[in-house]
């Protein structure tokens, strides 16, 4: 298998709860993993999927200070009323973004719009949208070795 220089965090969201409920939890575990592990602050990435794309849309927005980059799979921002705020906050965040065109369960929209809005502001944004497949688009991201070697390519506050 593949062997990458990354310390991986994965909670799981409490059961009919959402993540920006959550916020101070995760930056309390993240303050704690790089605590007692070798973690350089300047190298913290943040991707998750489905529920925690929306989640990594809405914790980088409220701690941008903390992500070298993200990368949300099938997410998007649950108040539509709140993209063009959460995308000034994500601005300087590198952010690349992946969808399944065919998606039922998130829509492929929900990603769609925060990536206009950050398109339109100038941020660094990339958009991945796969055109044959449904919900299940992050196994595919996950597999591909390209996804990490543009996170390593980026520092908090600019590239490596």
């Not at 796969?130 to 543009?150: A, G, K």
Request: aromatic letters at 12%.
């Amino acid at each position: 298998g593949l062997e990458l220089p990354f310390v991986v965090v994965a909670p799981q969201c409490p059961v009919n709860d959402t993540w920006d409920h959550h916020r101070l939890a995760l930056t309390a575990l993240l303050d704690e993993v790089g605590a007692q592990y070798r973690v350089d602050p300047d190298r913290v990435y943040l991707t998750g999927l489905s529920m925690g794309g929306f989640g990594t849309f809405d914790l980088a927005q409220a701690f941008p200070e903390r992500f070298a980059a993200i990368a949300p799979i099938c997410g998007g921002v649950r108040h539509l009323r709140e993209v063009e705020t959460f995308a000034r906050r994500l601005k300087s965040i590198p952010a690349w973004v992946f969808h399944g065109a065919l998606d039922d369960i998130v829509p492929l929209e929900s990603s769609q719009q925060i990536v206009d809005a950050l398109k339109a502001i100038g941020a660094d944004v990339r958009f991945t949208v796969y055109p044959d497949l449904q919900h299940n688009s992050w196994t595919v991201t996950y597999d591909n070795p390209e996804l990490y070697t543009w996170f390593q390519q980026h520092r908090r506050g600019g590239h490596a």
